[in-house]
């Protein structure tokens, strides 16, 4: 059984640009959430997807979006990068029903130069 | 709220000894999940183990096990037989059922030594 795909791995970005991350999650699975981990503020959740719908949301600015498509792949995109966007972006699904275990992709580096 | 902490920045461990990795958990849903999750360097998140709130019984994955004390509102992580792959960043998650559908809320983790 596959797991889940993030892509791409690593990504370097100048600051003003927009950039779009993808995560693939467990087949069957149709709970995808985002993560935003940095030394300084460590693990901060983003937004979660069930269904296509958006259930929750962090506290993020409005230049982060997403959505999740009806195979339940779901993408996020940044929107005018700053610095402090520079983080490891990681998605993780389930299945949704929110008692069973979260499984992680490897992330995506964004650096933002 | 809820909220995690995890007050142990760092552990150092022996090869081959036990270790506990301390978690304390606040929430006002009476129903929730908790979650250990290891970090290697290489940034994958990796799934451990998982106590429900209505457990009745400790969680226990191999050499992995929960000491959940609900009533002190902690989850802690018993590593037993230590092995040098252990060295890591763990993280303690939760997630309330009925308030946050599908955010888990992660403490700042606990970087682990594994020593041969």
């Known amino acids: 059984k596959a797991g889940v795909t993030q892509t791409p791995r690593y990504l370097i970005k100048t600051r003003g640009q927009q950039v779009t991350l993808s995560c693939s999650p467990i087949s069957g699975h149709r709970s995808v959430s985002w993560y935003q981990q940095t030394p300084g503020q460590g693990l901060q959740f983003l937004f979660e997807y069930f269904s296509e719908t958006q259930r929750n949301k962090g506290n993020f600015p409005g230049r982060f979006s997403g959505r999740q498509f009806s195979n339940s792949r779901s993408e996020m995109n940044v929107s005018t990068l700053e610095l402090g966007d520079s983080a490891l972006y990681l998605c993780a699904s389930s299945l949704g029903v929110d008692h069973t275990e979260a499984f992680f992709g490897q992330g995506t580096r964004l650096t933002v130069v | 709220a809820q909220k995690i902490t995890q007050t142990q920045p760092g552990m150092f461990v022996q090869e081959k000894e036990a270790v506990t990795l301390d978690c304390t958990y606040d929430t006002s849903d009476p129903s929730y999940g908790l979650f250990w999750y290891k970090q290697p360097s290489s940034g994958e998140m990796i799934f451990l183990i998982y106590?429900?709130?209505?457990?009745?019984q400790n969680a226990t994955e191999g050499r992995y096990s929960l000491n959940f004390q609900k009533a002190r509102k902690s989850a802690n992580l018993v590593i037993s037989a230590s092995q040098l792959g252990d060295s890591a960043m763990y993280f303690c998650?939760?997630?309330?059922?009925?308030?946050?559908?599908?955010?888990?809320?992660f403490g700042d983790g606990t970087t682990l030594t594994v020593k041969p």
């Open positions: 998650a939760m997630r309330e059922l009925n308030t946050n559908a599908g955010k888990s809320t």
């Open positions: 106590q429900g709130s209505y457990d009745q």
